[in-house]
């Protein structure tokens, strides 16, 4: 599998104006190669395949009196960057046909050079590791790194990034064998929310940090001196970096938290179970401050990673499942209820509920019903959930048949009895 180390770099000042003319050069090639695309399809002719734009937009263009400083830099960057404008095209035509999952993506656009952030990347032939731990790349030099640990393996590519703040890191991809540590026998169904970050279905609580609530203070000062500020002008360049530093490291210490909160869950549960929110939409609403802030996204993004990793199991529960409604001791459905009851009592049983402590140990229960199951089975926590599904469970509703009738008295059918 492949990951990504990602360090952060220091060059020279000379270096600095080398690479910022190796992304200007590969920005120009992209551009180039997308116009190239877009007449043909303009003109009814068939998309020119790599090899074409290469000799066009590079070779050629070297040779010509308008593009003579492409041979400046290295050619690496410049076919790395004709080889994003085709993975681009491709993303776009198969979200287009439906092999891509996910949100719709639209068709390649031109790279502008107001974009705050900039990047390209070098292939094994542009670059190289010295002894004496200093990054090699082709037609600039040797860039000092600082190193955090050590790249378990030799990179194949490494790409340079110029962040919103200012900051050159080097991102490599190394190609590692997964890990397979000892398996352990908890599981644990996830629910998360703002008030907490996360309720654990063993009753453990995950607080939330708030990061941007927290910095909105230093935020806005900031903000405020960029508005006073002329646009285009060096104090306005000056307040602007000011901005995205404080924007920087906010976002750095929420990614740090995510990665120790998910490393910890993933080495201590076997499974882990969670909630298909719906975050597009929360985040349109009153609470998209909250929500962003939160980063439910990244969260289930690093859990899956981390998951596939270590050999531990990561399912979701669809989002219509009614987590919040069902009693986990009986399953009786209650029905939806407002943000603000934060307990209730089941009718049925009487049972004192807390509303996340009892949507996670639901969560839990449907996830391993959705795993443990060929073809479904119970979903109750009160439930004993079979090794093997019988015949006539056909799905993970709490009745046997799924058909949304009542449910068979205990034992009929080969309904286990708790």
């Known amino acids: 599998m492949h990951l990504r180390y990602s360090f952060r770099i220091y060059p020279t000042a000379g270096q600095c104006a080398s690479l910022a003319r190796t992304f200007g050069c590969a920005r120009v090639v992209y551009n ?29 263009a070297k040779t010509t009196a308008d593009r003579a400083w492409l041979a400046s830099v290295g050619v690496d960057p410049l076919i790395q960057s004709l080889r994003d ?53 082709a037609k600039i030099g040797d860039v000092r790194v600082k190193w955090s640990r050590a790249l378990p393996a030799d990179p194949s590519s490494v790409t340079i990034v110029l ?18 540590p000892l398996e352990v026998q908890a599981e644990i169904g996830i629910d998360l929310g703002l008030t907490t970050y ?30 006073r500020k002329a646009r285009g002008s060096k104090n306005w360049a000056k307040a602007r970096i000011k901005v995205a530093k404080a924007h920087a490291k906010v976002a750095d210490t929420r990614r740090d938290w995510l990665h120790k909160q998910t490393t910890r869950l993933t080495g201590e549960n076997q499974a ?32 899956e990673e981390k998951a596939a990793r270590y050999g531990r199991h990561v399912h979701v529960v669809h989002r219509a499942f009614p987590s919040s409604q069902l009693c986990s001791e009986c399953g009786h459905r209650d029905g939806p ?13 009487g049972v004192l509920h807390d509303r996340d402590l009892n949507a996670a140990r639901n969560i839990l229960a449907a996830g391993q019903a959705d795993r443990l ?3 479904g089975g119970p979903v109750s926590p009160g439930v004993a959930i079979p090794r093997q599904a019988r015949p006539v469970e056909t799905g993970t509703h709490r009745n046997a048949s799924g058909t949304g ?13 708790p």
Request: hydrophobic content about 35%.
């Open 32 to 60: 180039d190669a997308l116009a190239v695309r877009k007449e043909a399809r303009q003109a009814g002719r068939p998309y020119p395949k790599s090899t074409d734009l290469q000799k066009l937009v590079i070779t050629a």
């Open 85 to 137: 404008l085709d993975t681009a095209y491709r993303n776009f035509f198969d979200s287009v046909s439906g092999k891509r999952q996910g949100r719709q993506i639209g068709l390649p656009r031109f790279k502008s050079r107001k974009d705050s952030r900039q990047s390209l990347r070098f292939t094994r032939n542009g670059f190289r590791v010295r002894s004496n731990g200093k990054l090699n790349l």
């Open 163 to 180: 962040d919103p703040a200012g900051r050159y890191h080097a991102s490599f991809v190394v190609d590692v064998e997964p890990e397979h």
């Open 198 to 227: 996360a309720v654990l279905s063993d009753g453990s609580v995950i607080d939330n940090p708030r990061f941007l609530r927290n910095a909105e203070k230093k935020l806005k000062a900031a903000q405020r001196e960029l508005s």
């Open 272 to 303: 882990l179970y969670l909630e298909d929110l719906n975050v597009r939409g929360l985040a349109r609403g009153p609470l998209a401050k909250s929500v962003h802030d939160a980063g439910w996204s990244t969260f289930r993004r690093m859990l």
């Open 337 to 349: 209820k407002p943000l603000a009851v934060r307990e209730w009592a089941c009718p049925a049983c």
């Open 373 to 375: 199951n060929a073809c």
């Open 405 to 417: 009738r009542k449910p068979r008295a205990a034992g009929a059918a080969g309904t286990p009895v």
